[in-house]
């Protein structure tokens, strides 16, 4: 069945330094990926996406290149700040795959400090 | 817009006793989610709506967990008796029809902590 896999954390930064969270995925169809980010104590947010090889998906900083070859979509920021500290789940949607269904990653916690 | 609206925003309960968790979605989704987020297992898709109409409850327990959408505009998820395995943070969902451009991304409420003690 479909899966993600993301770097296991949790990650500590400092402040301006660069992110880079590692995604690989398997799917049966041709799917959309997401990343989505959890502040604490809220619900998740859709922070980026991409729905075709090569695109790249970007938001707040934040970017994700579809590679289809390496089935990845590994999410990066140049300069991290305290603010970014969450934790980030990359998804796939495999509607090709016959679901509409989200998969997710088991998260990866962010923490920058100042 | 609202946003997703999920109450109770925190419940505490006894084992044994009914739960009901609500959900409202933004207005014109027809797609409705329910999650589970625990430590142990990260986060779990329990059963979804299309069009009021369950599409996949194969994460969800049959013997005490039960999901209704009575309307477009309203869900609930029922346990019923709760155990304290059931504590947990609950999460509802809701997506555009498909056709329209925001169609797969899901928006999330700000879910329902529940501690069953």
């Known amino acids: 069945g479909d899966s993600v896999t993301q770097m296991e954390g949790p990650v500590t930064l400092s402040e301006e330094a660069f992110l880079t969270i590692n995604c690989t995925y398997t799917?049966?169809?041709?799917?959309?990926l997401f990343w989505y980010v959890q502040y604490p104590g809220e619900g998740l947010q859709l922070l980026l996406k991409?729905?075709?090889?090569?695109d790249k998906g970007s938001n707040k900083g934040f970017e994700a290149t579809y590679r289809k070859e390496t089935t990845s979509f590994h999410l990066e920021k140049g300069s991290v700040q305290v603010s970014d500290s969450a934790v980030y789940f990359c998804?796939?949607?495999?509607?090709?795959?016959?679901?509409?269904?989200?998969?997710f990653g088991k998260g990866t916690k962010l923490t920058v400090n100042p | 817009d609202a946003g997703v609206i999920q109450s109770p925003r925190h419940e505490v309960t006894e084992m044994g006793q009914e739960v009901t968790l609500r959900c409202k979605p933004i207005?014109?989704?027809?797609?409705l989610f329910w999650y589970r987020q625990t430590m142990m297992q990260g986060l779990e898709l329990l059963v979804y709506f299309n069009n009021k109409a369950v599409m996949d409850d194969s994460g969800m327990p049959k013997d005490r967990f039960s999901a209704k959408m009575p309307n477009a505009s309203f869900s609930t998820l029922k346990i019923q008796p709760s155990e304290p395995r059931d504590s947990a943070v609950y999460f509802c969902?809701?997506?555009?029809?498909?056709?329209?451009?925001?169609?797969?991304?899901?928006?999330f409420g700000p879910g329902t902590r529940l501690l069953v003690l």
């Open positions: 991409a729905t075709k090889a090569d």
């Open positions: 998804a796939l949607s495999d509607r090709e795959g016959g679901s509409e269904k989200l998969v």
């Open positions: 969902a809701s997506s555009s029809p498909e056709g329209v451009p925001q169609f797969g991304t899901q928006y």
């Open positions: 207005s014109g989704h027809d797609y």
């Open positions: 799917a049966t169809g041709y799917p959309s």
